[in-house]
């Protein structure tokens, strides 16, 4: 469920991204990473279908691009 809801995080943060709203996007997404330990910038490009399974110590930096139905691990950078 953690990760479920740290991607429903990220998807309001990119969205807040692509609007011009840089700062507030960079503020949740720095609460997403205090709250749930996983770490996905608003600037990377997330499809459907992803499953964080076991969400701690994941990282998806800037420039990353998941494609639709994957599935990351715990600890994956």
Known sequence: LKGFHA????RIAHWLWQQN???LAI???NQI???FGVDIHPAARIGHGIMLDHATGI?????AVVEN?????QSVT
């Open 27 to 29: 503020y949740l997404q």
């Open 7 to 10: 991607l429903q995080a990220y």
């Open 59 to 63: 990282v998806i930096g800037e420039t």
């Open 33 to 35: 990473s205090v709250t």
């Open 69 to 73: 139905d994957v599935s990351i691990l």
């Open 21 to 23: 709203r840089q700062a």
